[in-house]
């Protein structure tokens, strides 16, 4: 009686769970010291609208969707890379997340930023939420010379109007215990710190360029039309002596 009492309360378990995600292969789920993220599905489900499990490799490019919208918390799964190509625009709705627990290749150029921002008619700090590297993403990699071979990252991006999510340690792009490399980056106009970093990690975080966030004892303004920065020619190598 006992063993057929497990049984049916398995079963029924089991009804409740599919019926809660019947259907829900887009909803987002929190993981880890993540609040902030919905479980709805949204409204505009069209192609270009982009929400919840990225559980596939999967690669966004202006050429797909000009921009993405964001219309829903999304979270990159462990052991599933998002690349994100040169050019890309991704607009959040209101206090949507991206929840980076896998792997984030979000690399732009100089001429060809990645943008993260609002897609609220009229753009403000705190439209929308964060970009969260936790502690199960992909830390960047390097060679033996320093350079980048792999991992997460997020480079030549433009980050604004984010931080509007009221969770602690905020910030438009907040990293907790991972390590990945966030390089050559504009960082403005956001409601939070620019990058919050917190845990037993060690990211490169290199030649960012971080203005108008409006947080206690911060800036209240600050120029829009900042160009990314760009890393300075390195010295010639001198040639040793014959």
Known sequence: ???????????????????????????????GPAPGLDLDTPEDTSPCSVWGFVDVDTTWSPALCDPYRVSGSLLVQTGVTLTIQPGTTLKFDRLKALNVQGTLIARGTTTSPITFTSNLTIPARGDWGYLYFADSSTDAAFDADGNYTGGSILQYAVVEYAGGV??????????????????????????????????????????????????????????????LPVEPPRPPTPTPPV
């Open 166 to 227: 009221n969770v602690s340690n905020n910030g438009a792009v907040r990293v907790e215990s991972a390590s990945p490399l966030i390089d050559h980056n504009i960082i403005r106009n956001n409601k939070a710190s620019g990058i919050m970093v917190w845990g037993n990690i060690a990211p490169r975080i290199t030649h960012n360029l971080i203005s108008g966030y409006s947080v206690s004892g911060g800036p209240a303004e600050a120029p829009t039309d900042v160009p």
């Open 1 to 31: 009686m006992k063993a057929l009492f497990l049984i049916v309360l398995t079963l029924l378990a089991g009804i409740a769970l599919l019926a809660l995600f019947s259907g829900a292969e887009h909803l987002v789920v929190a993981q």
